[in-house]
């Protein structure tokens, strides 16, 4: 057995991932996940020491008197409650079991109780990025998608999120942001909608991933599915919310409108710059204009990348790229929002695994084929989450950390929209899905433009012309048989013995783009530029392979 074993992989053959992997990987990740809780909660001593108890427990604490919509009444020295509805009416019952039980002797109990059914969470956001791996990448190698949950259901960024800071609703908003764009890939808009306003509900920041999908549909004029995704989506959100605004309007309004512009500029992010607390009145004004500039500055980046990456780089909301800009709206929040915290890491890191993990079989040759961003951004944020949240020792430290965090951010931009531009060059013919002419589900759209500096190599397919259209019921003329074949030898559609027997199939409008052949269309050759061979398309399966002719008669 272990001969076999090994020589099967010598032999290139793909490796094998048990059934049972999944299952292990799931269990030890909640295992992890109820050790750190129940350990963590040994430094919540008052209720200031976490969000969870400050504003989610006292909001959740309204719901359980019978008056769920003043939530918003919940103010710690004017620093409110700004947490949408959905996880705190989730929390409450919660609360309450933990009451009748007796877990509630202190926070540490409490925070247990509510936070472990929260755990399960972790895994089936594992399996939501898994399955929509096999949906943008259905030739994807099974240790790949292992290697993809394991990042997700084990990674700090996860466990920190939900261990140390105690924002549980954080893996329930991105699977509602994940189920989303997949039903809105398969053509339903509506449900899709209604997914995204239930992240919104759970969590704010499920906005920016949404502003910029909005802005794909936009560009590329899916007049279809933008107003049904957009309608149903703010119908979701404003019915939920109506009756907050309506019952007690002063506290709501405050709390998620108005606050936002007065709060303190944080010292984790490039606006510390501006940040000033003492008698200078022009450091002060810069201070007072920097507090009400970050959301907009945040909301306009995301518009203008997601324009760009439309327009110019010819990428479409249903396709595996749309991943990345999603991706770069998530990072514009810890980069470009005056407070920062480490639990906004994960967000952009989740995206930034489903599109390098999905897109990697379609790479240039090179960095491009390892999913070295996911990597690079999960090593980091780990490190940058140390130092956020630590005091500062003065203006200048203050400084140097909010323009390095920020500066990161900014460099896996720069990285994203690089990794797009080494985009292989991809040729479809007609009928062939792909994102480089006809897009999924049959519909057309502009092929990839080159960026960044590649050149596009997309050759012309060799189509015979469509016969002119006959009037219903008028005559024909007979059928003209078939001319014999040329008594001269044709030369192979492409060499013989060229694709080994065993080797993997190459999906439609995967095949990399090659030089045109004269009189032939496109030659199915290597896409690189370095000419290195890739597996070939076998088009006619009944008729054997390598060396197989086509021949008009047969």
């Not at 809105?184 to 991933?209: F, N, S």
């Amino acid at each position: 057995m272990q001969r076999e074993e090994t020589a099967a992989a010598e032999s290139g053959s793909p490796i094998r991932v048990p059934s049972w992997a999944y299952s292990v990987v799931a269990v030890a990740s909640m295992l992890i996940g109820a050790a750190a809780i129940v350990r963590g909660t040994r430094a919540v001593v008052t209720a200031a020491d976490s969000d969870l108890t400050t504003f989610f427990f006292t909001s959740a604490h309204y719901v359980l008197r019978g008056d769920p919509f003043h939530i918003y009444a919940v103010n710690v020295g004017g620093y409110p409650n700004y947490n949408p509805p959905l996880s705190i009416f989730l929390m409450a019952p919660l609360l309450k079991l933990a009451e009748l039980v007796g877990f509630d002797k202190n926070y540490g109990e409490q925070i247990t109780f509510v936070a472990l059914p929260f755990v399960v969470l972790v895994p089936f956001l594992g399996y939501l990025v898994v399955r929509t791996l096999r949906r943008l990448y259905p030739g994807i190698p099974e240790i790949q998608l292992l290697l993809a949950f394991v990042l997700v259901t084990l990674s700090p960024l996860t466990w920190q999120s939900i261990a140390t800071w105690y924002h549980v609703e954080q893996p329930l908003m991105l699977c509602f942001l994940i189920g989303s764009v997949l039903l809105l890939r398969r053509q339903r808009p509506e449900w899709g909608g209604l997914l995204a306003g239930l992240a919104v509900l759970t969590r704010t920041t499920a906005l920016m991933p949404l502003l910029a999908l909005g802005v794909l549909l936009l560009v590329g004029r899916e007049w279809r599915s933008l107003p049904r995704f957009a309608l149903v989506g703010a119908g979701v959100v404003g019915v939920v919310m109506a009756p907050f605004f309506l019952l007690y309007p002063r506290e709501t309004t405050y709390s998620l409108l108005s606050w936002r512009s007065g709060a303190l500029i944080g010292g984790n992010t490039v606006w510390a710059i501006f940040g000033y607390s003492g008698d200078n009145a022009v450091r002060q004004l810069l201070d007072a204009v920097a507090r009400r500039l970050d959301m907009y500055v945040v909301l306009l980046f995301i518009a203008v990348a997601a324009w760009f990456a439309a327009r110019r780089l010819r990428i479409s909301a249903f396709g595996s790229d749309a991943w990345a800009v999603m991706a770069i709206a998530a990072l514009a929040v810890p980069m470009l929002s005056k407070t920062n915290w480490p639990y906004y890491y994960l967000e952009p890191f989740i995206f930034l695994l489903i599109w390098e993990f999905a897109t990697m079989h379609d790479r240039l040759p090179g960095v491009w084929r390892w999913p070295v961003v996911a990597f690079s951004f999960l090593a980091v944020a780990a490190t940058l989450s140390q130092y956020v949240g630590l005091k500062s020792v003065g203006y200048g430290d203050r400084v140097i950390v909010g323009v390095l965090g920020s500066g990161a951010m900014l460099a896996f931009v720069w990285v994203v929209f690089v990794r797009l531009g080494a985009k292989k060059p991809v040729a479809t013919a007609a009928g062939l899905p792909g994102e480089a002419g006809i897009s999924w589900q049959g519909r057309p759209f502009a092929p990839i433009a080159p960026a960044l500096g590649t050149t596009a190599r997309v050759p012309a397919p060799n189509l015979m012309p469509a016969p002119p259209s006959v009037p219903f019921g008028a005559p024909r003329a007979p059928a003209r048989p078939l001319s014999p074949a040329p008594a001269e030898p044709r030369a192979p559609l492409w060499p013989p013995n060229t694709r080994p027997p065993d080797s993997p199939r190459v999906a439609p409008g995967q095949w990399s783009g090659g030089p045109a052949t004269p009189g032939r269309g496109k030659a199915p050759t290597g896409g690189d530029a370095t000419g290195s061979a890739e597996p070939w398309p076998d088009l006619w399966p009944d008729r054997g392979q390598g060396g197989a002719r086509w021949n008009p008669e047969r």
